[in-house]
């Protein structure tokens, strides 16, 4: 859902751009003195609270200030902007004193290229995205095809129609990696499934991560169609999924965090049976612990199944039955015996 947040997707609704958190830790002077760093982050549509993408980077975030006494200021996305406003975004942070600064989303690219550039002695880390390039620019990077393809088996398994869904928030590479993963996965377990799909928008409207109603259609016509399990990488429309499922009686797959455990989506835990967990979280917390001992480094870091960086959950216990199953294509995957498609 997430980016971005994907805009998502991952993977949302928008927030204000006046809208700030700032806070600093006490005990600060117990901590080591390179982990004095005030972190600036940009979120992208949804910003926290979304119940996805975002909130996952600050869960990342709020362990760093609990664990490295770092210092926060939060800054949100809002729906419909332009780059030059992302970049004012970054730039109002880095002139601040905020160093490092992190981006959560692709669509941050061009403007962490562009601020980095205007700020060499300032490290920037953005999610989700590679082709932002600097000698100050971070990319943390996920394997997000692996963890769907282990949803993608939970689905076929789960299936008594032989018919499921994926609904992507907006239609851009991203997500398309999402679908592949997911599409594959169901057909190593049923190669003649059937395979709904539907992106909610098309860029440059990612309205599609934001948007519980479009989220709710879509699925809707999917459950009408004869699909019972839908997996979506919309972020915030994602609500609107689990909806659908709970009206029509089926079920659905989250995505980014494990949404069945969220306060967000209590009414819709009975209706999830699993998510694919993407640990945004974790990197975020492992940028910012690289940078509290001077070890960042530039360019990719990749989350991949092999190295913890996604996965499925368990929460709610209704892929305990299919555990061992979807744990065998898991290995398969981390050996390179199984190599996912990523469109």
Known sequence: MGG????????????????????????????????????????????????SFNDAAAAGLDKAVSELKVEKKELEATAGETDAQKEERLRLLASGGYNPVIAV?????????????????????????DAAKGDNITNLMFAEEQGSFLVGVAAALKSEKGNVGFVGGVDVPLIHKFEAGFEAGAKAVKPDIKLQSKY??????????????????????????????????????GAGVFEAAKAAKATAIGVDSDQAALPAYADFKDVIITSM????????FDFLQSY????????????????????????????????????????KIINGEITVPTS
Do not use: H, N, W
């Open 4 to 51: 971005a947040l994907l805009m998502a997707a991952a993977a949302c609704g928008g927030g204000d751009d006046a809208s700030t958190t700032t806070e600093a830790s006490a005990g600060a002077s117990s901590a080591p003195a390179a982990a004095q760093a005030k972190v600036g982050l940009a979120y992208d549509i949804g910003g926290r609270g979304d119940g």
């Open 105 to 129: 989303g692709f669509a941050y690219s061009a403007p962490v290229a562009k601020v980095a550039a205007e700020f060499p002695d300032v490290k920037f880390a953005i999610v989700d995205d």
């Open 277 to 284: 967990i993407k640990k945004v979280d974790v990197a975020v």
């Open 292 to 331: 509290s001992t001077g070890a960042v480094k530039a360019g990719p870091a990749i989350y991949d199944l092999k190295a913890g960086g996604v996965d499925y959950s368990t929460t709610g216990g209704k892929v305990d039955d299919i555990k061992s199953k979807i744990d065998e294509y898991k290995q």
């Open 200 to 237: 909610l928008t098309q860029p440059p409207d990612f309205s599609g991560f934001g948007d519980p109603a479009k989220g709710k259609t879509a699925a809707q016509g999917m459950y009408d169609a004869g699909a019972d399990v839908v997996y979506q990488a919309a972020g915030g429309s």
